[in-house]
Structures are given as C-alpha cells and as structure tokens.
T-cell receptor, first 114, second 114 residues
Framework: GDSVTQMEGPVTLSEEAFLTINCTYTATGYPSLFWYVQYPGEGLQLLLKATKADDKGSNKGFEATYRKETTSFHLEKGSVQVSDSAVYFC?????????????FGPGTRLSVLP | DTEVTQTPKHLVMGMTNKKSLKCEQHMGHRAMYWYKQKAKKPPELMFVYSYEKLSINESVPSRFSPECPNSSLLNLHLHALQPEDSALYLC?????????????FGSGTRLTVV
C-alpha cells in the first residue's frame, strides 16, 4: 500500500540555520504531496503542496519539489526561526486509495534554538 | 471564512459520561472528517462524511458516534469511553473527498478520560 517515510527527529537547529527534512513516498498512480505543520497545542496547518512531478510548493520561506524519479518531497528552508519550532508531517493522497484518505508520515519534530 | 472551528478546546470526562464534540465550517466544503491523534503520532482517520452521508468508518468502536446534521456541522458523540481514548480529536474538511487541495483542520479538542 501507499506509505510515507520521513526522518523522525527530533531535529535541533540554531536560529538562521538551513533546514532540510527528508520525505520519501511509495504510491501507485500519481499522488499529490503535502507538508503540514503542527505548532504546540494546535491542529495541523497546510504548509505547501505539489500535485504533479517537478512542481515546487512554497510558503513562508519553505520549499519542496515533487521529484518522481526519486519519489521524494524534501522540505527546505534557508534560515529557520525560533517560531518554526513545530512538528512537520509529510503526506500524500491520490495513490491507491484515491479520494479516500491521506497517508501521513510519522512527523518530524523541529526545535530551533535562539 | 477559511476556518474549521472546534468546541470545546479541552474536555475532561468520566468513563460513564456522555459528551459531544462539535465542528463547524462555512467554506462550502462537502467532505468532513474526524481524526484522532495520540501524542507524538500522526493523525489517524476515524470517520469521513461526504455530502452529509457517512462514507468511511475506520472500524471505530461504537462508543464513538458521528453525526452530520447539515453540510456545515459535524458532531462526535462520546459515551462510555476508556482512558486509552484520551487524545487530541481533530476535525477537518475538504472541498470534496478527492482531496486535491488537501484538508483544512480545526485546532482540535483535547480529551482526557478519567
């Protein structure tokens, strides 16, 4: 079945450091890919998405490119801030369970120190 | 209005109590969802409503009873819960079950069963 794998962390960085959170997926068909962020005590917020190969999603300084050849959707940010401390979930939809559900990765906890 | 509103934000209930969680959206979304999230885990799908009809029940125990009174409202009725049911309960909506644009999540209800 469809699955999403991501580095579980925790990832600890200093402010202004470069961030990469790896995400790879297994899916049939042509899934859409998403990054969600969950700040402490809150629900999940859509951070960015990409619906086809080579699409780049971007938002709030974060970017991720849909790479079908490597089945990856790595999240990057050039300079993290303390306020980026959160849990980041990579997810897909539209694989074998098209139209039925998201498949979430396990989440990566990011801590940014001042 | 681009939000999903969940009430209450926190709920403590005994194992013999009956309570309800409420979820509301005014984005015209036709699919609504209940998710359960345990600490440090991704959300797990419980129920899917599409056009106010129950579409998916992920083998959830009958002590959880969903209800969709209209296209904007989703309830989750709770009865005779167990301590292991303590979790963050998230409501989400989407334009439809194709999920092309992803979910909009509420902030959740943090439930503690004592």
């Amino acid at each position: 079945g469809d699955s999403v794998t991501q580095m579980e962390g925790p990832v600890t960085l200093s402010e202004e450091a470069f961030l990469t959170i790896n995400c790879t997926y297994t899916a049939t068909g042509y899934p859409s890919l998403f990054w969600y962020v969950q700040y402490p005590g809150e629900g999940l917020q859509l951070l960015l998405k990409a619906t086809k190969a080579d699409d780049k999603g971007s938002n709030k300084g974060f970017e991720a490119t849909y790479r079908k050849e490597t089945t990856s959707f790595h999240l990057e940010k050039g300079s993290v801030q303390v306020s980026d401390s959160a849990v980041y979930f990579c997810a897909l939809t539209g694989g074998e369970n098209y139209g039925q559900n998201f498949v979430f990765g396990p989440g990566t906890r990011l801590s940014v120190l001042p | 209005d681009t939000e999903v509103t969940q009430t209450p934000k926190h709920l403590v209930m005994g194992m013999t109590n009956k309570k309800s969680l409420k979820c509301e959206q005014h984005m015209g979304h036709r699919a609504m969802y209940w998710y359960k999230q345990k600490a440090k885990k991704p959300p797990e799908l419980m129920f899917v409503y599409s056009y106010e009809k129950l579409s998916i029940n992920e083998s959830v125990p009958s002590r959880f009873s969903p209800e969709c009174p209209n296209s904007s409202l989703l309830n989750l009725h709770l009865h005779a819960l167990q301590p292991e049911d303590s979790a963050l309960y998230l409501c989400a909506s989407s334009q439809d079950i194709q999920l092309t644009y992803g979910y909009t999540f509420g902030s959740g209800t943090r439930l503690t069963v004592v």
